[in-house]
């Protein structure tokens, strides 16, 4: 799918998850630091610290920018 390939875009290393860095990155330049770790916890609903699609579709509605 579509948001599948965005968020291989975004997950660098290929390890299915996307971790602080990669977000930051899939974030640009929008937002501060503290803004961006704040909305990465948010959605890291089982706190392993990385990002799985599906964490990220349930909080974008399946929207990778």
């Known amino acids: ?3 599948s390939n965005d968020f291989n ?8 998850t996307m971790s602080i860095d990669e977000y930051r990155s899939y974030n ?3 937002g501060s630091n ?9 959605m890291d609903s ?3 610290n990385y990002l799985s699609q599906s964490e990220l ?3 974008t509605n399946g ?3």
């Open 1 to 3: 799918s579509s948001n």
């Open 9 to 16: 875009r975004f997950d660098s290393d290929s390890s299915g």
């Open 28 to 30: 640009g330049t929008t």
């Open 34 to 42: 503290a803004r961006i770790q704040d909305d990465f916890r948010a």
């Open 46 to 48: 089982n706190g392993d």
């Open 57 to 59: 579709n349930a909080r």
């Open 63 to 65: 929207s990778i920018r």
